[in-house]
């Protein structure tokens, strides 16, 4: 028996210019709406233990498909049927009443949750005690930070349970500690063998977790395959498309708890060192530097980089997790590593260095810093494309051939 069954499902909506417009359609009978086709038709098949990521532009359709799965919004068309229970990392609190205070909300979204009471008081405490948010328990939510409101949407969330877990872009929600005790939580689903079913924009998030991607393009299943093989061709056909600008990197003054930030990143060649140097293709040696501060009660950092070229596109990624390379820390939870490319073998061009400071399984976020070093590559041949691979040439006697110059 699948746990999500999705049979030609597809979601329309009415777009109105303005609020009459609806009352006079329904009065006259003539359409005074533009029809919108959000989702196109889908049939999917996923099965119990499967973790399925959804990758795709803003605006793709993503969230709807969510949303459907959920059963927070019902399909235009096509059956959905999803086998368990659900539990839906959407719009966290979106429930929540904001004159009723933390108390009565968590036993209001147990009752709508289908929870008995006695079921909602078994799980009061450890519900209180996963948010952390203390005696502002029995106050009113509108009156909570924004951190407080969203640890006890979802500690309520996941307090029970589920069968199929439906996550909406983060893996993680809040800040510091709590972001990685909400990441811990949801992995804990993944390990017991839960369905879990999320859309995500973090690509390598999608390819070190699923079983399976699916790609949404202009509310169409565009493809559905490994991860690796979906992520290729959604990367391909976002090869030239401009990003949004990035921060730069900056250092931390404090390091938040259950946190972990970069301090620098910085590239060294040719005896200079910075975030820029030039560098020539096979010829120069180049380092890449990371300094890091971390809060020294979680696990010890791991580190990956990506080399982006001036498109924007991956030419080739490390890290220290999946090469075994072990990251050291003094006891403040300081730490540093190097890495060295000989010989650099990158073509002329410009790149970009994308450092990524993750957990101690290498998939937890903890800081992204795009643009956190420059590369300006020159050479010397007339070789084309991004990268020059080890190769050797052998000349050989030409083959003789019967008959030729008889």
Known sequence: MSAISLRQVEKRYRLYRHGFDRLVEALTGRARHTPIQALHPISLEVEPGEVVGVIGRNGAGKSTLLKLIAGTMPPSAGEIVVNGRVTALLELGSGFHPEMSGRENIFLSGTIMGLERSQIEALYDGIVDFAGIGGFIDQPVKTYSSGMFVRLAFAVATAVEPDVLVVDEALSVGDGAFARKSFDRIMAFRERGRTIFFCSHSLYQVEALCTRAIWIDNGQMRMVGTPADVIAEYSEALAGVPTAAQPSLEVASQQPQGSASFRTVEVEAEGARGRTVHLLSGRSDLWVHFDFASDPAIGTPTVAMEFKSSDGKVVASVGTTHEGVHVERDSAGNGRVSLFYPRLPLLR???????????????????????????????????????????????????QVAGVGE
């Open 349 to 399: 061009g410009r790149y970009s260095v994308v450092a990524h400071l993750l957990c101690e399984r290498g998939i937890h976020v903890y800081e992204t810093v795009e643009g956190a070093a420059q590369l300006v590559v020159a050479q010397e041949t007339l070789e084309q494309g991004v990268v020059t691979l080890p190769h050797r040439w052998e000349p050989r006697a030409p083959k």
